[in-house]
């Protein structure tokens, strides 16, 4: 495995057995389940450090492949759930119960292949990707950049969540599609499931994380990152800048997508308050509090601050509030690269002592070691 | 829809409508203008926006407090008092905002939005403590509430008639400032050369910091505008952001006359279209319609073309 | 609850704070006293495990704190905090006191989700009293039925739901929207209607019916315009205009929100007067003409099971302590009225069914009435919905209603009516 070295191999295996061993061993089955949760924002933050951390594509509307994901598979688990005698009470039985309260009378063209799984486990990645790729090509081959870009994500996502909401009758609306209860047959509701579905979750997890590196450790990567820094030069050299970035969104929202419908399993519903700014900008702040530029920080970042959140909300919601704003600001103004650029300048200096690295490159989780946060900054247009 | 309208009617309608939509156009230049001038003039995207605006409308929330109680011969100008008040509580903080957070960020533009977002959830916050969860009802003077008849047929309301001499007077006074003034043609140096402007002897750091506290105080004067037409609640002012910035950017961001010009054009079609089909559908396509064009021409309507 | 410590006070001055405290308390009791030595056994009322002991039974509260609903949600767990207070004071359920666990759902229907397995799994809460919206509710249904809970739901709802596991104490779709139409068809004569509202499940569910009712069952009558506005939307100069082109008799406004505050303001901006102009909504209470201002909708009419200027004993002892609990300023809603009565039926259940259990509650609740509501009267229905009366009142100046009608009996609750989906 040439594109890890050892320093990568024991963070991944350090992540590995904290979320594989220490943590189901420590936590009940509800609290584990909540980590299931955080873990599916881990997908979201790592397409987010490849997007955004190596090539300086901010998307401000990775809710809307989060969301695509966790809706295709919701809309299979549905129809699942949905069979005749499950609901013989209703006007029209064997549709989903949100559809009869709004008189339709019967299952329409775009569900009717969520029935198959082979389908929905093609859908989940596919149907987000051909989004991004769809957004990308008009955005990048035109070379809108920077804040353009977040911005037109962001009304993007805005739009989605309205559709969403005000096609109640197709979608579920505002409620989501609730009450999902087996996976072609196989009940996801009681404890050892949820189990199961963590163990799932946290294998597909590290499975991504390895792509990940993967990618940035090819020439691929190199190139991304090029482009981050000095996008002219690269354009230059005969790369067709856009392709790159087109082919960098796209993964992150197929990431994107599988978390979110991991998200669908673990908690048992979806709903259009995933898809809008809000979560999104949240999702990009997991990534910066871990390090945009750190794949395991990111999934870190992930893990702590939705943990934190959900203790504080226990006790002092008002607080929490005030704690998740001035962390914002505190890791934007005073640690760009997040908890792992803390650990890269006061901690690894004290790992390589210990242990010398062998063979590969210095400073093991990053290719490039920027220490000032330096993407594209022209807030225009290249013309 | 148009079958069984007499022309009079018609007549009427189009003039009503046509009202509406002005009305809508100047509520969204007084939205948009705070934000072009900051994100134009300074590349800074200030996501917390909408919450300044809301401080211009609890200042004037206050400020009528403030009347009622002590005051009350003199309640019928409150209004101006207040929005001259929401101006200065705005555009102070503004520049507050700019010395303690914006001077550090700027070769980061993206950084910047992230950080004034967690700007907006504090300030979020800090309203929900001072003022309560629940929004306030802010009085207003008799002479404001009501329509005038133009005919019989034809009113205007006139809330209505107040925002737009309001957004006219910023306007003006933006203008001036920006294209007449010497501290204007300061601010166009930095924006188009901050290095040569330095170099010039021009105070960019000072520049900055009254180019944001501008932006901030125009965003308090549309609050204490819209206490007239919406609510002033901890939460109103994400109800806003997005459009906003949508009619910034799609006017084409270092262009003032772009950001008219999109909010005309953003504020007659969804005036327009509203009428025909409902809210929702209408926000939608004016939407899509507007990323469409977006992607098709990404530098929006009006580009400002210098050398770099 | 907080009990006084008397340590290093002398018996005489604890004997008069005694007196002191004991003068005061007149004027909260509605229930009948109970003491403690008439609680039963642990063992007897809790069989399957809920946090109850010899002195203490826990509860949940579920309410959005933070957030957008923060607004809405802050007055139903004011009426809920009451309750429990005055039921302990007056000796608890079962001779225990109730210690409440209050969670915040962040205006988040996720959040809800979770913190409503929180407080069932690991809480283990007899009752939880919490949602508002009826996306908050869907989202916990699925839990409180898995986990076999039970959730005292007060907001006014679109129906089409009923669940073991859940009471809900505000009115559905049917109760708040027949009595008004037929009352607005038969006083005034109103023939078309005009309807409106925000665009997700409850107003166009109800809008729905109330269409169903106009051009079924009321001769001659019609629907002349219907219209939907995403949620937190602020424009609504092009309806209203379109409104004053089409001119019904009746606009149907099932508008909410911060998009209510707008509404209104420009309604009576744009010169419509609604002395002249008859209009009936279902969405908006005290709580929400706190905000729209009480000049701003003058007039208009609104559809609900309280009001807060309802003249019946219980009221009159129901406002004063509410306000004496959270401030003179305070005004209370339908809603804030509906949870209210969430602990009180939940202790009259309990004390009927001599236990905890949920199952137990469950079969227990038809028929229980609690004749101390605010409102007058309720009586829970087989399907778990209420019997209550809908009343009509007229928005004043001042932000409160006058009561002009009300329904001379109760009206049935039916969560799926028939001819009406």
Known sequence: ?383 | ?308 | MSKDEKSGHTRSHSRRRLLQVAAALPAISVLPRRGYAAAPATAAVNTTGLAVTDDSVTVGILHSITGTMAISETGSVEAEKLAISQINSEGGVLGRQIKIIQEDGASDWPTFAEKAKKLLVNDKCAAVFGCWTSASRKAVLPVFEQYNGMLYYPTFYEGLEQSKNVIYTGQEATQQILAGLDWVNRTKGSKTFYLLGSDYIWPRTSNKIARKHIENHLTGCKVVGEDYFPLGSTQFNSVINKMKLVKPDVIYAIIVGGSNVAFYKQLKAAGVDLSKQTLLTISVTEDEILGIGGENIAGAYACMKYFQSLDNPNNKLFVPAFKKMWGEKSVIGDVTQAAYLGPNLWQLTAEKAGSFDIDKIAAASPGVEFKGAPEGYVRIHENHHLWSRTRVGRARLDGQYDVIYETADLVEPNPFPKGYQ
């Not at chain 1, 997890?205 to 090029?226: E, N, P, Y």
């Not at chain 2, 009619?247 to 084409?252: H, P």
């Open chain 2, 1 to 308: 829809m148009l079958m069984g309208y007499s022309f009079g009617d018609l007549g009427s309608i189009m003039a009503m409508q046509g009202f509406a939509g002005l009305s809508l156009f100047s509520v969204f230049v007084l939205m948009a203008l705070g934000l072009a001038i900051i994100f134009g003039q300074m590349g800074v995207i200030n996501m917390a926006h909408g919450e300044f605006m809301i401080l211009g409308a609890y200042v004037t929330y206050l400020t009528s407090l403030t009347f009622t109680n002590y005051l009350p011969s003199l309640f019928s100008i409150y209004f101006f008092v207040a929005v001259t008040l929401a101006f200065c509580a705005s555009g102070a903080l503004g520049m507050l905002v700019e010395w303690a957070l914006i001077r550090q960020l700027y070769r980061r533009p993206l950084d910047t939005l992230l950080a004034t977002w967690g700007l907006s959830l504090i300030l979020q916050q800090v309203y929900r403590s001072v003022f309560g969860a629940r929004e306030v009802g802010v009085d207003q003077p008799d002479w404001m509430m009501g329509a005038t008849n133009l005919s019989d047929t034809i009113q205007i309301p006139i809330n209505g008639l107040i925002v737009m001499a309001l957004t006219a007077v910023i306007s003006i006074f933006v203008y001036l400032l920006i294209y007449r003034m010497k501290w204007g043609r300061q601010v166009r140096a930095v924006m188009s050369n901050r290095a040569m402007a330095g170099a010039v002897g021009i105070d960019t750091e000072k520049v900055d910091r009254y180019t944001f506290g501008i932006g901030c105080g125009i965003a308090g004067v549309a609050g204490s505008a819209f206490t007239m037409i919406g609510s002033t609640s901890p939460t109103a002012g994400q109800l806003y952001i997005v459009d906003t910035f949508l009619i910034v950017v799609f006017g084409g961001a270092q262009s003032l006359i772009g950001t008219i010009a999109s909010a005309f054009t953003i504020s007659q079609a969804r005036s327009i279209l509203e009428f025909f089909l409902s809210g929702s559908m209408a926000q939608v396509l004016v939407l899509l319609t507007v990323v469409g064009i977006l992607m098709l021409r990404p530098q929006g309507l009006f580009v400002l073309k210098i050398r770099r």
């Open chain 1, 1 to 383: 495995m040439t594109f890890l070295n050892r320093k990568d191999i024991i963070g991944i295996l350090l992540l590995a057995l904290v979320i594989v061993v220490i943590l189901p061993v420590c936590l009940d089955a509800f609290r584990l389940n909540l980590v299931g949760k955080y873990l599916t924002y881990g997908f979201v933050a790592l397409g987010l450090v490849l997007c955004w951390g190596d090539a300086g594509i901010l998307s401000l509307g990775q809710g809307i492949f989060f969301g695509l994901g966790g809706y295709c598979m919701a809309m299979f688990l549905k129809l699942e759930a949905s069979t005749p005698e499950n609901t013989k009470i209703q006007s029209t039985p064997g549709i989903p119960d949100f559809m009869d309260w709004n008189q339709i009378t019967s299952l329409p063209w775009f569900w009717q292949p969520f029935h198959s799984l082979t389908f929905t486990l093609v859908a989940v990645p596919l149907v987000p990707m051909l989004l991004a790729f769809v957004i990308g090509l008009a955005m990048f081959k035109r070379r809108v950049g920077g804040t353009y870009f977040a911005i037109i994500t962001q009304a993007v996502a805005s739009i989605l969540t309205i559709l969403i909401i005000g096609q109640q009758g197709y979608t579920g609306g505002v409620n989501g599609i609730t009450d999902l209860r087996t996976l072609h047959g196989w009940d996801i509701r009681p404890d050892h499931a949820k189990y199961v579905l963590y163990f799932v979750n946290a294998g597909l997890l590290i499975a991504c994380v390895l792509l990940a590196q993967f990618v940035r450790r090819s020439k691929l990567g190199r190139i991304l990152v090029a482009m981050r820094d000095k996008e002219d030069r690269v354009r230059f050299s005969g790369y067709d800048v856009a392709n790159f970035k087109i082919f960098v969104f796209c993964l992150a929202a197929g990431l994107a997508a599988v978390g979110g419908a991991m998200f669908t399993l673990q908690v048992g519903f979806m709903s259009p308050s995933f898809v809008g700014i809000i979560p999104s900008i949240e999702m990009v702040i997991f990534c910066a509090v871990g390090g945009r530029t750190s794949i395991l920080g990111a999934i870190y970042g992930a893990l702590m601050i939705n943990w934190a959140r959900t203790t504080f909300s226990e006790d002092l919601p008002q607080v929490w509030l005030l704690a998740m704003g001035a962390l914002f600001i505190l890791v934007v103004v005073a640690f760009p690269n997040g908890l792992a650029g803390i650990y890269r300048r006061y901690l690894d200096p004290l790992v390589d002592r210990v242990m010398p690295p062998g063979g590969g490159r210095a400073g093991g989780r990053a290719p490039t070691m920027a220490a000032v946060e330096g993407p594209h900054a022209s807030a225009t247009v290249a013309k």
